[in-house]
């Protein structure tokens, strides 16, 4: 019996001693390799670390000397002690773009997408892959991740340029329709910088919505009177609506600027004399108004015989008919007759700008009354009957 | 419990009763009190999965900082270096071994397959030492080998030196190798799904409910303490899969045929030049890993450094397609050079990392080469060179659930899935047909071992009742019948025993004696009412032949009954069917090699 007991003892103390004595013990056995993995590891994160940003910074600086084969290298480096890092991968994409291997960058951003796809800049480097590869869809997709994405700072700065690039697409393709809608919706978010509204103003010139691009322009140089782009932007603007007048302020203004360059004294010219030619103007008197057909009809009838002349005598068979036309009208272009039928002044004014619009592409450079015409007619297009 | 305080007092005074009662509430405690091995086993198994994760961590950061001092921070090392590294390190790697390390040679997948089946899974510590330096050192010093098996024989090692330690019995010494080699190469590839798979199917060589639940917890734990310490980012970052189209499923297939022919050259290359060099003289042999360093370090000299360690690094650049299709395929072809030379040289290190990279690379190369000829395929080459590693893996290793699973585990995108059956299924079946053997039971005989054919194992035919039992038997007694009305179909039979039908119940047997003694009793009772009738042991026709074998050697038949219908008799089995139908397997399906 007393065996027994002894016995129990001895299992009792196995199951109430042994088993949790043996848990303890495998615990602290635990905690300490716990505790030297932990040591050793540290010690290696930190080599790791600072292996990373060293090589990183490599990279960089191969970038800044221009050698983004070297700086591949050096990110791809960096990207074995610290594999997830963003930046690093960031900028290996940027090196290989810049290397050339656009596949293997292309790789690089789709995977950071995958990451994150509302980063504003992976979107935007995408974006450019899908335009330079045609792929419309997937560009209009990540130029709207980058327009209304995530940007590490100046996020208003980046989403308008991610716009603006958007646009310049839309442009490059001939959709201008497109165009001009996020041109819309970029103009109404611009903050009070001349430069911005000035470049929004050239796209919308650049689209033909010349009175937006007007608006643009005189927004431009309100807060910066003596900005040069915008007030040659404005003057051209305004000549294509046909508002002579400003175009000729805008344009002397801009001719007295330092940035002045020849065109702007060309159209000015062209402008002065749109200005003197212009028979639509409002408020004339309808002796002025023939006066000045007349003498549309005068520049244009001698454009043509120079024209004439320059071919030795014989006009281009596209400028016979119009020569013809011109010949039947001769006789009758003098004031006495228009003021007698004023409703052959149009029909005058009509042939001399035909003559002007056929002759521009045979006859050789136009001087600054022709192309005063032709800007005439493109504004006012009028039916010759 | 509620039993007074008196009786766990041994000096109180004894009465019958009371000596009786106590009696029963000692063996109650003793059996509840004493040492349970299986309930500890379980508790075991966590602490050898937390022991071999912090042995991976260090194991890994070690080789890591191996290879920083020999070759370098850079991504591709200078080239003195990378000349120099791997043979001088294969020459102190050798003095080692052949010194102070004896044990540590090899891969370390065999060694813990022969410490399970021939030493009851102890596995010596010094073998976990050496194992865990040398490998360090090979693998950081550039010899083309992977950090997996060797991990895998640390965890096993470190299990069987705490179940020394324990002195745990023989049984669960056995089980507990296991358990610690799926630990280690959970936490060496950072996958325990694939790592529990890879060791029942390789290890283990069949699925075993007792010891699963052990390995499963033992690969959690390792995993959860290696992710502690190093993070829980995979050994490789995956690209999306994306859409499959039908179509990319011929180039998946063409990557299964190129992966099989693969895996047949690395298997015959290493099957080949194995035996020569175990063949040359002890002296020469002592030379080898830093013969195979001084090739390898020219290979990264010619200007392959890729091909250098365990190559996780290059299989991520394979896998964000950062090479051309010509370069991913000479990547593969040398790096079959490379780990062969350093494998077969005795060097230590596994070559689970070399043949993910093997695959990896083919399967980059033939994404490569669909997306420059077929670009409106949009497969990625991620997935390709993901694919790649599965097809190695089913065709080299020749573990092909662990190659699906591991695809999938890596991945964590189950639309891999029909690519990886496709790409794998080609792989295996060629390298099955050009390949007997595959290649660890080629290095376990060339090892002068005889250990259990894990392919032979896992694909042996399974004897069901239903392929061994004779039909109906012509005579079935009615249980409701008379003795008198049975007698005439029985009496003109030269039969012992006789079944009798029992309505809804399992049928009985009745002796040929036991009958005519009835008979002659003039016994008019039903046949069922009877003491003369005996219940007999039934089968049912799903039943593993090898579990009814035990059955019958002890009857002389025994009835095949519907699992719906107890009463229905659908045939009987006796021992000679139970041998015949085994003698006709092996006649029909022969082993594989």
């Not at chain 2, 050496?130 to 965890?155: R, V």
């Not at chain 2, 450094?305 to 040398?334: C, K, N, R, S």
């Not at chain 2, 059955?551 to 009463?567: E, G, K, Q, W, Y």
Request: net charge negative; hydrophobic share 45%.
């Amino acid at each position: 019996m007393l065996h027994d007991w002894k016995e129990m003892n001895v299992l009792r103390r196995d199951f109430v001693v042994r088993e949790p004595l043996l848990v303890v013990i495998l615990v602290l056995i635990t905690i300490v390799f716990s505790t030297l993995t932990h040591a050793y590891s540290r010690a290696y994160d930190r080599r790791r670390n600072q292996l990373g940003q060293q090589w990183f910074a490599e990279g960089n600086a191969e970038l800044q000397k221009n050698k983004p084969a070297a700086a591949v290298d050096a990110f791809r480096t960096s990207l074995i002690y610290d594999s997830r890092n963003w930046d690093y991968r960031l900028h290996l994409a940027e090196a290989l773009s810049q290397v050339g291997q656009t596949r293997q960058a292309l790789n690089y951003y789709q995977s950071l997408w995958q990451l994150n796809p509302k980063n504003g800049v992976v979107n935007l480097h995408l974006a450019e892959f899908a335009v330079r590869s045609g792929q419309v869809a997937d560009a209009e997709r990540y130029f709207s991740g980058a327009i209304f994405g995530d940007w590490p700072n100046n996020s208003a700065d980046h989403r308008r340029e991610a716009l603006f690039e958007l646009i310049n697409f839309y442009l490059q393709r001939g959709d201008t329709g497109q165009a001009e809608s996020q041109l819309i919706i970029l103009s109404a978010n611009l903050p009070e910088d001349p430069v911005l509204h000035s470049r929004v103003a050239d796209l919308y010139a650049h689209v033909g919505d010349y009175q937006r691009a007007l608006d643009q322009y005189r927004r431009a140089f309100h807060l910066d009177p003596k900005y040069f782009p915008a007030l040659f932007g404005a003057g051209e603007a305004a000549f294509h609506v046909g508002d002579y007048h400003a175009a000729e302020t805008y344009l002397t203004r801009a001719s007295h600027e330092d940035a002045a360059g020849p065109e702007v004294k060309n159209l000015l010219q062209i402008t002065q004399a749109a200005s003197a030619l212009n028979p639509f103007e409002r408020g004339l008197r309808e002796s002025e108004k023939i006066q000045r057909v007349l003498r549309s009809f005068q520049i244009a009838s001698g454009r043509l015989d120079a024209c004439s002349s320059r071919s030795g005598g014989s006009l281009p068979s596209k400028l016979a008919p119009l020569q013809q036309r011109r010949n039947q009208w001769k006789p009758n272009a003098n004031p006495r007759y228009l003021s007698r039928h004023p409703d052959q002044i149009d029909p005058l004014f009509v042939i001399a700008t035909e003559i002007e619009k056929q002759s521009q592409s045979v006859c050789g450079e136009p001087a600054a009354e022709d192309s005063a015409l032709l800007a005439l007619a493109n504004s006012h297009p009028l039916d010759e009957k | 419990m509620s039993t007074p305080d008196t009786t766990l007092n041994p000096a109180s005074p004894s009465s019958d009763s009371f000596v009786a009662a106590a009696d029963a509430f000692r063996r109650r405690i003793t059996a509840q009190l004493s040492f349970d091995e299986d309930r500890f086993f379980l508790i075991l198994a966590v602490f050898i999965g937390i022991f071999a994760g912090l042995a991976v961590v260090c194991f890994r950061i070690t080789m890591e900082w191996v290879r920083l001092y020999l070759l370098g921070s850079t991504l591709n090392p200078p080239p003195l270096r990378a000349f120099l590294a791997p043979c001088l390190t294969g020459l102190l790697i050798s003095l080692l071994i052949f010194t102070i390390f004896k044990g540590a040679a090899g891969s370390g997948l065999n060694q813990t397959k022969a410490a399970l089946y021939i030493f009851d899974g102890y596995i010596p510590f010094r073998t976990v030492i050496g194992k865990f330096i040398t490998a360090s050192l090979a693998i950081g010093s550039g010899h083309s080998l992977g950090p997996e098996d060797p991990a895998l024989q640390i965890g096993a090692g470190l299990a069987s030196a705490v179940g020394t330690r324990l002195k745990l019995s023989r049984k669960k010494m056995r089980l507990l190798a296991p358990v610690g080699a799926a630990a280690g190469l959970a936490a060496a590839f950072n996958a325990p799904i694939s790592a529990v798979l890879f060791v029942i199917e390789e290890v283990i060589g069949h699925w075993s409910a007792g010891i699963l639940g052990a390995i499963v917890l033992a690969a959690v734990s390792s995993v959860v303490t290696m992710r502690l310490f190093l993070g829980a980012e995979p050994l490789f970052r995956i690209p999306s899969v994306g859409v499959i189209r039908w179509q990319e499923l011929v180039a998946y297939a063409v990557l299964g045929i190129l992966g099989g022919i693969a895996s047949v050259v690395f298997s015959k290359a290493i099957g080949w030049l194995r035996p020569k060099v175990k063949e040359t003289p002890m002296t020469l042999q002592v030379l080898y890993p830093g013969i195979a360093g001084l090739l390898i370090g020219l290979i990264a000299v010619a200007g392959f450094p890729q091909v250098m360690g365990a190559g996780y690094d290059f299989m991520d650049l394979a896998m964000h397609d950062q090479y051309t299709w010509e370069i991913l395929g000479l990547l593969a072809g040398l790096k079959i050079l490379a780990t062969t030379l350093s494998f077969v040289s005795g060097t230590p290190g596994g070559m689970f990392a070399p043949t993910l990279y093997i695959g990896a690379m083919l399967g980059g190369a033939v994404g490569t080469v669909e997306h420059n000829f077929f670009p409106y395929l949009t497969g990625s080459v991620g997935t390709y060179a993901l694919v790649g590693m599965g097809v190695l893996f089913a065709g080299f290793l020749r573990a092909p659930i662990t190659s699906v699973f591991m695809a999938l585990e890596v991945s964590g995108d189950y639309s891999i899935i029909l690519p990886v059956l496709v790409a794998n299924t080609f792989s295996y079946l060629i390298s099955r047909r050009l390949q007997a053997a595959p290649v660890l039971e080629v290095l376990t005989r060339l090892d002068g071992l005889s250990l259990p054919a894990m392919e032979e194992k896992r694909e042996e035919e399974t004897l069901n009742v239903e392929d061994a039992m004779s039909p109906r038997p012509s005579i079935v007694l009615d249980g409701d019948k008379s003795p008198a009305e049975a007698w005439p179909f029985v009496s003109h039979t030269a039969e012992p025993f006789f079944l009798v039908s029992l309505p809804n119940q399992p049928p009985a047997q009745i002796s040929f004696g036991e009958l005519r003694h009835l008979v002659e009793a003039d016994d008019h009772r039903p046949l069922r009412e009877t003491q003369a009738i005996s219940p007999v042991p039934y089968l049912h026709p799903d039943e593993d032949l090898e579990d009814a074998l035990p059955l019958a050697t002890r009857h002389s038949f025994i009835p095949v009954v519907n699992r719906a219908d107890l009463s229905q008799i659908l045939g009987v089995l006796d021992l000679g069917d139970v041998m015949e139908a085994y003698r006709k397997s092996h006649e029909e399906f022969p082993a594989p090699y």
